[in-house]
């Protein structure tokens, strides 16, 4: 293995060890949110006028948990190293910022996959899901994960102790991850508030991966593709820039 391969295999390794904790923490949680929101809204609410609240429901929390855990991952990793002083060692190698990318942010891609796939199996027994466009499913997993990965990468650099990366989660994170349509659909909201979700990012990444189940969304899926593309692009970019400088890492 080169040197990127081998700092991927660490990280992967470094979330898999306390995989209780990491995969099947956040699918005991989803869970948890399907049979409370199913079982109070179910009778309630009719999305898409075929499709049952609860079929709904199963597609937005698995992306919420390849979304938040994807960044979980890269941020809590950097943090951990820094807070710890084991970030020197990496310091010492050879590896290029483009390496640390890489290595982050697929680590990142493979635990929210890995949590995602494991929601996916624990919350399909509570529903009849239909697959109309895998495709679409892979693509806006793939590219929500990278997006995760990146911009838990920035936050990992920029915070310096647990308290500021907490509040980046909890104040940037979080909501912008339940206002994204997980729980409804946007169409459901008053047009004021539609618009404002149309400035999120995550609805995009949602709205788009729930299309490949049900072959219907709130918006086009390419434009979905289109903005999930540049906030990718965007977020890499920063994420790259900050590692090429050392951005709190070699100070």
Request: charged content about 10%.
């Amino acid at each position: 293995m080169n040197g990127w391969q081998t700092l991927l295999y660490k990280e992967v390794l470094r979330f898999w060890k306390v995989g209780f904790q990491t995969v099947a923490a956040p699918v005991l949680t989803a869970i948890l949110y399907l049979l409370i929101f199913g079982h109070l809204l179910e009778d309630h609410v009719k999305v898409y006028d075929t499709i049952s609240y609860t079929a709904f429901l199963v597609p937005g929390l698995v992306m919420m948990s390849v979304l938040q855990n994807a960044f979980a991952n890269s941020s809590s990793s950097l943090i951990q190293s820094k807070i710890m002083g084991s970030l020197v060692f990496l310091l010492l190698t050879p590896l290029s910022h483009w390496s640390w990318f890489f290595a982050y942010v697929g680590s990142s891609v493979v635990r929210g996959l890995a949590v995602g796939l494991g929601v996916l199996a624990a919350t399909a027994w509570f529903t009849t899901l239909s697959v109309q466009a895998p495709l679409w499913i892979l693509v806006f997993a793939l590219a929500g994960a990278s997006f995760l990965g990146a911009l838990g990468l920035i936050a990992g650099l920029w915070a310096e102790k647990f308290d500021q990366l907490a509040a980046f989660q909890n104040f940037v994170i979080m909501p912008m991850t339940f206002l994204s349509g997980v729980f409804y659909s946007i169409k459901s909201l008053p047009p004021f508030w539609q618009g404002v979700s149309h400035l999120n990012p995550f609805f995009y990444m949602i709205d788009g991966f729930r299309y490949g189940f049900f072959g219907v969304s709130d918006t086009s899926p390419w434009i979905s593709l289109g903005v999930v593309g540049v906030a990718l692009a965007f977020a890499s970019a920063v994420a790259v820039h900050l590692l090429r400088i050392g951005y709190k890492i070699r100070s």
